[in-house]
């Protein structure tokens, strides 16, 4: 029998690796705009505080994440809707790996948030230090002039006592406000409305009035207290706590 030609058998192994070059782009841009598609969906979900949703669709996307970007995106999404249903552990872990992982400076925004919503995690655990250090690890990593509301420091501020500081943080950054999460603005406005309770009791406001939290769902919140015993009984008080929602 003739033997084929070298070349011809070069030229075959060429257009062989040809064809699976082409078809693993074509399957790594149908998985990212899987991905992409998901990811979207489930941001505006949890932009919108329909967290359940939300968090079944980015687990979703999770499955479809392939390069660090992706991961790093995607886990800080599963982090957020993790800390704004209660799993307040399941978030600071989650947190946590993406605030040390190296991987994390590819995403800048996420390289800056995931620290800070870390902090925010350990302040509702009364890890104040830790919650300080690494709200310090955010603010060095954020962008000079960028524009942001931290949840994380409005925390702190409350669970140390600094009431005013944390109303001023709030009040401050009113524009910023009005462009975050509906569940991080109805946070805000629990956390606001909790520093001017304290400060009428120590004689220094007004108590706010009940529209400030006519947004609120009894029991919507009722995480904050779990380990935060002055948040628990200004729950109660403002008929937000999980018995009331029960």
Known sequence: MPRPQDGAVGWGEVAL?????????????????????????????????????????IEESA???????????????LGCCALFQGGVDTARSE????SRWWRTKEVPDVYAAAPEMLAACLALQGDMGEARRW???????????????????????????????AVKLVDDRLDVLA??????????????????????????????G????ESIRPGEFSYLGSQWPAMEVFLRARGLGAKEAA
Request: charged share 20%.
């Open 17 to 57: 690796l040809l064809i699976l070059f082409v078809g693993l782009v074509r399957y790594m841009s149908w998985r990212f705009q899987k991905w992409e598609g998901l990811l979207v969906q489930g941001s505006a979900l949890l932009a919108a505080g329909d967290l359940g949703d939300a968090r079944r669709v």
């Open 63 to 77: 499955r479809y994440a392939l390069r660090a970007p992706e991961q790093v995106l995607t886990r800080v999404h």
């Open 95 to 98: 947190l946590l790996a993406l």
């Open 135 to 165: 709200l310090e690890v955010a603010h060095r990593r954020r962008r000079p002039g960028a524009a942001n509301i931290s949840l994380g420091e409005v925390l702190i501020l409350c669970r140390e006592g600094r009431y005013s500081a």
């Open 179 to 208: 462009k975050s999460q509906v569940h991080v603005r109805k946070l805000l406005v629990v956390l606001r409305t909790f520093s001017l309770d304290a400060l009428a009791a120590e004689g220094g406001a007004a108590v706010a």
């Open 210 to 213: 009940p529209g400030d939290l």
